[in-house]
Each structure stands twice: as C-alpha cells, then as structure tokens.
C-alpha cells in the first residue's frame, strides 16, 4: 500500500508493566489482520517474540508493529513496561509524538506516573486508555477521579462505559453520544436509557466547553448559547490534544475486544502525523546546524533508534525516516563512520517478522538489515547533503558489577558476547578498570544486568559469575617528612652510585609536584629528571594500602654523587628508596571518590530516601519539587555507599525512585573508617 507522510501515525503504548499494552497491540493487529489475536500467557503474541519474553511472560524490547488501516499507515511501539528497558522508549521520544498511556482497570501505578512524566517533558500528545474494564468492582467514575489526582487534570472522558466491572459491555462516544455494545463477535448501537443519557450528555457539554476554552471565537459561541459545528468541535479537540491541554480517556477491555475499534479510530483523529514535530536539527560535516522538515521533499535522512542482533537474521537496525524517500538499493551514508552502504534489505515490520519494502518516506519506521557498523544512536544520509542527527539522552549508568567467565578458558568469548548483547542497549555498558583489572558490566539495575548475562547465556552459551566491583580508593599525606635515598652499587664493573635527600609533603591540590632546590651542584642537573622519573613511578603505588598516591609534592634539596659511577639508573632508584622511606613518616591517609547524585522520588517516599542517605554519610545539597508529584534530592555520597543503591532505591521508593551519579571530588575517608577500608581493600599484599 502506499501512503504519504500525513497518512502515517506513529504510537507509542506505554504504562506499568502487565496493564495490557502487549495485549492491546495485538488486539489492533488481530482486527485490523483479521486473525485471531495471540495472547501473552499463550507466549504467541506478535510483539513478545523473544526467547527472554517467552519466558519471563512480559516484553523486554521495544516491538514496531506496522499495519495499513483505511488508508493509513499506524506504526504501534509496544514498549516495555519495566524501568530496565527504558532506553527503548527514550529512544524514540525525540521523534514519536504521539502515545496511548494503558491503566490496568484504572490504577495508577509507579510506572504509569512515570511515564506520564516522561510523556509531559517530551510534549506527547497522549491517549489514555483504561483497560481491564471487564476486571470485577472496577468503578470508573472513581478511575477518573484517581486519573486527575495523580495525573493532573487532563484526562478528559471521550468513552464512558455502559457498564462497569464483570458486566462491563460497552460504551457511549461522548463526542458523539452514539453508543455501541457487544453482542458477541458483533457491536451492535444501543439506545441510552434516560439517566445515562443525561450523564454523557452532561459530559459531552464539558468536552464541548473544553474546546470553546481554546478558541475567543468559539467561546463567545458557546457562551451565548449557539452550538459548535460537529467540525469545529472536532478540530478545537485536536488542538487541545496537541497542545497537551487535553488527555482524552478511552474505555475497554483488550482481552475483550471492546473499545478498541474507537480507540484506533479516535487515534487516528487526534494524534498528529509525524509532521507534528516539523523539523530535526543536526549537525553537517562542517559541525554546522541543518535542519531537515519532516517531509519528502527533502534530501534523505534517517535516525537509527534501536538495534537487535539474533543469531539467525543477523544485526538489523530499526530506523525512523526523518525526510526524504529512499529506494531499495540505493546508498546511504553515515558520517560518524565515513561510510557508505548500499540498503539492499529494507522491512516494515510485524514483531519479529520482517516484510520486504521497496521504498521509506519521511515520518515511517522501518527496518534495515545488513548495515555494516550501524548501530543504535547513528543517522543515515544522502553523501551529497550530509547530516548527523544528536543521540537520544539515555539516562546514566548507575549500576556496576564485576564480571568473569564461569569457566575461565572462555573468558574471551563470554566478553565478545557481552558486547554484542551490549550494544542492542545503550543503557549498558562495558569498561575494563586499568587500577583494578576489573571487567565490569554497568546498567540501571540488579535485574538490568542478570537481563544482560541471561540473554549472554541463552544466545551464546556462556555462563558469568559476578562480584562487587572494587571502589578506587587514592592515597595522599597530611604532612611533611624527609629522607635520604641511597642506591650505591660499586663492586666490579661499571657502578651504580646515587644519593638523595628528599622532603615529602602535601602538595595543595590534587596533583602531584616535583621540584629540586639544590646548591652548590650536589645533584648535578642532568640527573635531576631521572630523580623526578623515579618519583612519578614511585606514585603509582602508595605505601599505605597500594592505592595511587595523589596531592604530593616531592622537593630534591641534597644529595651526594660520584663522577665515574653516577648514572640515570642510580638516581631513578635512590628517589624511589627516599620515597619509600619517607611515604609513611608524612601521616598518610586514603580518599575516596565522592560522587554527586541526583536523586527523583516521588513525594510520599521522600522520607524513606532521606533517613536511607543518612546512613550512607551523604551530604544533602538540595531538595526541590520537579514535575507533578516527585522530589529532586541532590546529595555528595561516598561511592563506596553507592553500590547498591540502585537496587534499594528501587525498594525504598516501591520502584518510583530513579538516579544518575557522577564523580565529584576525593575527600579523607573519616579515622574511624580507615582502618577496616585498609583491612577490606589493601592492594599491597595481592601485588606482591
Ligand atoms: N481481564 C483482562 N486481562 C487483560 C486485559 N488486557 C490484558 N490482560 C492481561 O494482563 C496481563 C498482562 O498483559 P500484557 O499485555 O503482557 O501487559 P503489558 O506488560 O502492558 O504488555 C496478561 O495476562 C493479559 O492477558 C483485559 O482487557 N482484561
Ligand atoms: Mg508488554
């Protein structure tokens, strides 16, 4: 079928995790496909088809489910419900303005509040739809009630249910008070009896309201009692959608079948097509701002939002067409890499299954296979009109174990599997620590990493074992002390003859400083940077518990030497020996790394938060309310209190919490600490 940019919608389905959006997808495709729709518990649903989704009976990747629909093209994002995955929805909120937010009967759960924020601080337009209609004593007078107190208040009701609970069967369309019922496979249209008439009616004066309220003209209209035009009520209520003024609420049951009909339609009435977003801003070769439309018109462009790699199929990386057209065949580019690449395989998608297309438009999703280097964060475009699109802003690492083979023979292979797992999600990351020789695996959490490890073992067969990872603790002196450093070797030969004397102290920052003050060429001037080269090294490694010193100044202020015997190496060493036994006459101490957090919670569970920092040594910069209903608490921790803390913040905010951290300053592990962090982390013993 073909379509042009207007004709196409781009949906995002989001809310907690198991409030049906997997269902409700497959319940659009079902009617739309005419087949019968799969269902999650049943493990055949068009959207869960991974072997991890197979088994854990919810999603854990973002599925494109593309279908034609009476001349329109409706690409739905089924999204993980769990924080895990999140990066798949970041991904795409830069550029799919358009959501339907699933409540399961009306709760309002961690993950819907979130993701309602995350939909408000993009500009989303959004749906909300209340699913589960059919579960037993759901009221929904009270569902909307709940929808303003903790969503704000714009959820306004465009369906309003027949029924509640058990008998749930149907509903009225406010906007146009037709109702409709099943009967069966059938929705027959029902007539209202007399006190639903008159509630709906009351609720189809509101919306109207509604709308005059977005336009002087109309409200003058409506406020001398003339009717709006079905036109103008149509088109005031996409402006308000649009705007985000208005939510409207839409009733059904996906496991039913009821409601979901109307919500696809109304979808397509009041969700904008991609070119909503008008533009997207990159950068040319020359570091230069582009800006390319969202239309056909101009060059091609496209924005890699998400990259899969399966055994069988290989990588195929998920695309949203910015501007432009681009023919099967044709070349593409990518800047970052300086590549060109011929598309030679390009897919809408259905789930897992991949439908061959000749051409992509601006505004649609489609799918490449066969892009060597591609990956998720890349832009694709025309050579002659080059741009590279910014990356999505994924949240920080903030979870980190260290990781080693089971086996340890395939230690190799476990870590080339690790990155290729690794790099399906930008929220994982791998960095091999130079102090510790730790591999360490980072994520958002405990089960982000066992996700990660799983799916390591499910495709390739290698098994992991994980540890805490080592917090890199530095050493530095509070003050100061001197030493002579004799390194003298004559017996036979050519001879070894250097002295030092050296004084050791803080050097008032984080640097280290060498300096000489000789008189009188005691140390004569061409042996001065060996001397400082046997300070550098000897820094690497402090006396105390192993750990790189930092913040001391080295002064050269004597020493004796002997025209034959002097040479570089006997200077080198005689600094190192000075070093060694001056280092612990200078009353050092260790640091460690204090890192600034940024904490979100939402509000109820900010005590929790508070008292839990207390115990961690924090310091609190600052609390401040951000967004509806959340804190944003800033504090200084000591990492060493952070390791597990993106898995008790989990706890003490019943999942509501979330954090991003980054290194801030060294600071004096407090005396009554020092010595079991010595005891518990000393690096002398292990290297020697
Ligand atoms: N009673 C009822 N159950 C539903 C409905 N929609 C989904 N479910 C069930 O809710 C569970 C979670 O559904 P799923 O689609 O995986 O939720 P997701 O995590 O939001 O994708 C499954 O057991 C579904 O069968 C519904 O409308 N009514
Ligand atoms: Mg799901």
Redesign the pocket.
């Known amino acids: 079928m073909s379509y042009t940019t207007d004709k196409i919608r781009n949906i995002i389905f989001l ?10 997808v ?1 319940q659009i495709a079902s009617n739309i496909l005419k087949q019968p729709a799969g ?3 049943r493990k055949n649903t068009i ?2 088809f991974t072997p991890e989704e197979k088994a854990r ?3 854990c990747s973002m599925a494109v489910v593309s279908l034609d629909y009476n001349g329109y093209r409706l690409n739905l994002l ?1 999204a ?2 769990n924080d895990d995955f999140v990066a798949d929805v970041i991904g795409v909120l830069d550029f799919v303005k358009a959501a339907v937010l ?1 409540l ?1 009967a009306g709760k309002i759960e961690v993950g819907t509040i979130k993701h309602f924020n995350l939909l408000k601080k993009y500009g989303v337009p959004t749906f909300i739809f209340v ?5 037993e004593l759901v009221n929904f007078d009270e569902v909307l009630e709940k929808i303003t107190n903790s969503l704000g208040k714009k959820g306004v009701s465009f369906t309003y249910p027949l029924n509640d609970g058990k008998h749930f069967n149907g509903f009225v369309d406010v906007t146009t008070l037709k109702a409709v019922k099943a009967d069966g496979h059938k929705r027959v249209p029902v007539e209202l009896d007399e006190a639903t008439k008159a509630k709906v009616s009351e609720m189809n004066n509101a919306l109207v309201e509604q709308v005059a309220l977005t336009d002087d003209a109309l409200l003058e209209k409506f406020f001398s009692g003339e009717a709006l035009s079905a036109e103008e009520i149509a088109s005031g209520l996409k402006n308000a959608v649009l705007s985000g003024e208005v939510a409207p609420v839409v009733v ?5 079948n009821i409601g979901v009909n109307t919500l696809v339609d109304m979808m397509i009435t009041y969700l904008p097509s991609p070119a909503f977003i008008k533009e997207m801003k990159g950068k040319d070769r020359g570091n230069r701002e582009v800006i390319r439309k969202i239309s056909e018109s101009e060059p091609f462009s496209a924005y890699i939002f998400k990259t899969v790699y399966d055994q069988y199929k290989g990588t195929t990386n998920y695309a949203f067409v910015v501007s432009g057209s681009l023919e099967l065949g044709s070349d593409v580019y990518n800047a970052e890499l300086n590549s060109t690449m011929r598309a030679s395989q390009m897919f809408s998608l259905l789930g897992a299954k991949q439908n061959n297309i000749q051409k992509a438009i601006a505004g649609d999703i489609v799918a490449f296979a066969k892009l060597d280097g591609i990956t998720t964060g890349h832009t694709l475009c025309d050579k002659n009109d080059v741009v590279t699109f910014p990356r999505a802003k994924y949240p920080t690492i903030v979870y980190r174990r260290a990781i080693s083979a089971k086996n340890s023979r395939d230690e190799e292979k476990l870590i080339q599997a690790l990155y290729r797992v690794a790099a399906e999600d930008p929220t994982i990351e791998i960095t091999r620590v130079p102090e510790t020789k730790q591999l360490l695996l980072g994520g958002l959490s405990d089960s982000h990493l066992n996700f990660v490890l799983d799916k390591v073992k499910n495709t390739f067969g290698f098994e992991a074992n994980t540890d805490a990872p080592q917090v890199i603790y530095r050493e530095t002196v509070k003050r100061e002390a001197s030493a002579v450093g004799r390194y003298v070797k004559q017996s036979g030969g050519s001879g070894f003859y250097g002295v030092v004397e050296m004084r050791f102290g803080p050097s008032g920052s984080d640097e280290n400083i060498f300096t000489e003050e000789i008189f009188g060429g005691t140390v004569p001037k061409n042996y001065h940077p060996a001397v400082e080269k046997g300070f550098f090294e000897s820094v690497q490694e402090g006396q105390l518990a192993g750990f790189p010193v930092i913040g001391l100044k080295a002064v050269l202020f004597d020493g004796k030497y002997h025209s034959v015997d002097s040479n570089e190496q006997a200077f080198r060493m005689a600094a190192i020996l000075a070093y060694r036994e001056a280092y612990m006459n200078c009353a050092p101490t260790l640091l460690e790394p204090i890192m600034k957090i940024t904490i979100s919670v939402t509000n109820e569970f900010t005590g929790n938060v508070m008292n839990d920092l207390n115990q961690r040594r924090a310091r609190v910069l600052s609390m401040d309310e951000s967004g509806y209903g959340t804190q944003e608490i800033t504090a200084l921790v000591p990492e060493a209190e952070l390791l597990d803390y993106a898995i008790k913040l989990r706890v003490l905010s019943q999942g509501s919490g979330s954090f991003n951290s980054e290194f801030d300053s060294y600071q004096e592990v407090p005396s009554n600490l020092l010595q079991g962090v010595i005891a518990a982390n000393s690096r002398l013993e292990k290297d020697k």
């Not at 059904?252 to 039913?256: A, D, K, L, R």
């Open positions: 809310g907690h995790q198991g409030s049906g959006k997997t269902t409700l497959e269902s999650v518990d959207s869960d009976l919810t999603s089924d993980p419900g699933v399961d699913n589960k209609m059919d579960k059904g049951s996906s496991t039913e």
